[in-house]
């Protein structure tokens, strides 16, 4: 699973951490995050990230 980062501030989104304080567990794809979550940094909507090389 790729990882992906914002654009605004930097966070990079790691599938194999997830997101423990928005509430998503480690092994969800940044595709298959809800369309609400948001940059637990800044704020960002998913449209901020692009996926890492």
Not at 3 to 28: F, R, S
Request: with cysteine; aromatic share 12%.
């Amino acid at each position: 699973m790729k990882k992906y980062e914002c654009t605004l501030c930097g966070y990079i989104y790691d599938p194999e951490i997830g997101d423990e304080d928005g509430g998503i567990e480690p092994g969800v794809a940044f595709e298959n995050l809800p369309d609400d979550w948001t940059c637990p940094l800044c704020g960002a909507e998913k449209s901020d990230f692009e996926p890492m090389e």
